[in-house]
C-alpha cells in the first residue's frame, strides 16, 4: 500500500481591470495587451482529469482546491469582505484571527497583511466532490471562483490556485502505474517539462510497452513550459 500525494499549482499575474475578458482554456495564455500582466485559468475538472486521471485501485483520503489573491493596498479589508458575504449569502463563522465564512461546500478566509490583505476560497474534495468535478457538464473554473474574492476598485497583486490530492493505492506496482501516467501523460502534450531531472531510480518503459517502476519514496515537479 502506497500514499500519493498530487498537487497541481498554477499562479496569476493580477490587475484591477476585472472587467476584462479572460481566457478559460485549461493552461493556455489568454491574449493581453502588450503593457498589460498575462491572465489564466483552467477548469477543475480539467485539473482533475490531469493529476488523477484513473481512479481505479484507490482510494482519495484528502484533497482541496484553493484559489488564493494577493491584494494591495491599505483599506478596511474585513468591512470589503462581510460586503461580499452579504452579496453571495456566505455564513460569517468564528475565526482565529482573519474572517471566514461558508457557502455550501466552499470555505472562505481573508487575512490582513502589512501591505494589504490575502483572500482565499477553498473547496475541500473527497471521493463524492471528485464524482461531481467528473462528470458536471458546467465545469467550474478558477475564473469563477475569484468572483467570490474582492476583484473591484482593488489593486490585485496575484492570484494562485492550488489543487491537491492525498490518495493511497491497494498495490505497489499501482501506485507507480499511476505515477508513470501522470507524469508520462503531462510531458507528452508539450505544456509540460521536468524542472530538473528525473529522481534517481526512475526506470526506464519496457520496450514492449508499458511503464517501469518508480522508486519507493521520491518528488517530481513539472512546470509550465507557458509559464
Not at 16 to 35: H, I, L, M, Q, T
Not at 176 to 182: K, N
Not at 195 to 220: K, R
Request: hydrophobic share 40%; aromatic share 8%; proline share 5%.
Amino acid at each position: 500500500m502506497r500514499w500519493l500525494v498530487a498537487a497541481a499549482l498554477v499562479g496569476f499575474a493580477g490587475c484591477s481591470k476585472c472587467g476584462e475578458k479572460a481566457a478559460v482554456d485549461a493552461g493556455v495564455a489568454a491574449p493581453v495587451a502588450a503593457k498589460g500582466p498575462k491572465k489564466f485559468s483552467t477548469d477543475l475538472r480539467t485539473v482533475v482529469l490531469t493529476i488523477y486521471p484513473e481512479y481505479r485501485g484507490t482510494n482519495v483520503k484528502s484533497g482541496v482546491a484553493r484559489l488564493q489573491r494577493t491584494l494591495k493596498g491599505k483599506a478596511d479589508w474585513a468591512a470589503r469582505t462581510r460586503e461580499l458575504f452579504a452579496k453571495h449569502h456566505i455564513t460569517e463563522t468564528p475565526a482565529d484571527g482573519g474572517l471566514e465564512g461558508t457557502f455550501d461546500l466552499f470555505h472562505f478566509r481573508t487575512d490582513e497583511t502589512p501591505t494589504g490583505a490575502v483572500a482565499a476560497i477553498e473547496l475541500p474534495v473527497d471521493g463524492e466532490t471528485l464524482g461531481r468535478l467528473y462528470t458536471n457538464p458546467a465545469s467550474l473554473s478558477t475564473l469563477q471562483l475569484g468572483l467570490f474574492l474582492p476583484r473591484e476598485n482593488v489593486d490585485i497583486e496575484r492570484d494562485v490556485f492550488d489543487f491537491q490530492l492525498v490518495y493511497v493505492t491497494q498495490t505497489e506496482h499501482r501506485a507507480s502505474f499511476l505515477t508513470r501516467q501522470l507524469v508520462e501523460l503531462m510531458l507528452g502534450n508539450a505544456q509540460w517539462k521536468v524542472e530538473g531531472a528525473l529522481p534517481a531510480g526512475w526506470e526506464p518503459n519496457p520496450n514492449d510497452g508499458g511503464y517501469g517502476e518508480v522508486p519507493e519514496n521520491f518528488s517530481v515537479k513539472l512546470v509550465g513550459v507557458v509559464d
